[in-house]
Nanobody
Framework: QVQLVESGGGLVQAGGSLSLSCVAS????????MGWYHQAPGKQRELVAV???????NYADSVKGRFTISRDNAKNTVYLQMNSLKVEDTAVYYC??????????WGQGTQVTVSS
C-alpha cells in the first residue's frame, strides 16, 4: 500500500540539468531505501542511485560525479539532481522504494530525453 509519484522529467539539451522528485504515500515503513532506476527501450531496468533512510548512498558508475540523490524523510520524498546530462542518459526514470520487509514499490516512471 505504497504509492510513488515521480515528477520533473522532460526534454533537455546535452550538458543541461534536470531535477526529479518522487513522493511516497501510504503505509511507509522504516528503515527503507529509496532510489532511482532507468530503462531505455529494449534494455533492462538499471540502478541509477539509491539512498537509505540513514543517508548512505550508492551510485551507478555512469552517473558518479554528475548526479546527486537526496531525500527528505519527513516528507517521504527522494530527489535526483541530474547535471551534465548526456544523450545516453535518455530513458524512463522510475522511482523505487524497498521497505523494511524488502517489498519493492515502483512509480509509473517519467521520461527523460537528452538531445544533442
Amino acid at each position: 500500500q505504497v504509492q510513488l509519484v515521480e515528477s520533473g522529467g522532460g526534454l533537455v539539451q546535452a550538458g543541461g540539468s534536470l531535477s526529479l522528485s518522487c513522493v511516497a504515500s501510504g503505509t511507509i515503513r522504516s528503515p527503507n531505501v529509496m532510489g532511482w532506476y532507468h530503462q531505455a527501450p529494449g534494455k533492462q531496468r538499471e540502478l541509477v542511485a539509491v539512498i537509505a533512510s540513514g543517508g548512505t548512498t550508492n551510485y551507478a558508475d555512469s552517473v558518479k560525479g554528475r548526479f546527486t540523490i537526496s531525500r527528505d524523510n519527513a516528507k517521504n520524498t527522494v530527489y535526483l539532481q541530474m547535471n551534465s546530462l548526456k544523450v545516453e542518459d535518455t530513458a524512463v526514470y522510475y522511482c523505487n522504494l524497498k521497505d523494511y520487509f524488502s517489498i519493492l514499490y515502483w512509480g509509473q516512471g517519467t521520461q527523460v530525453t537528452v538531445s544533442s
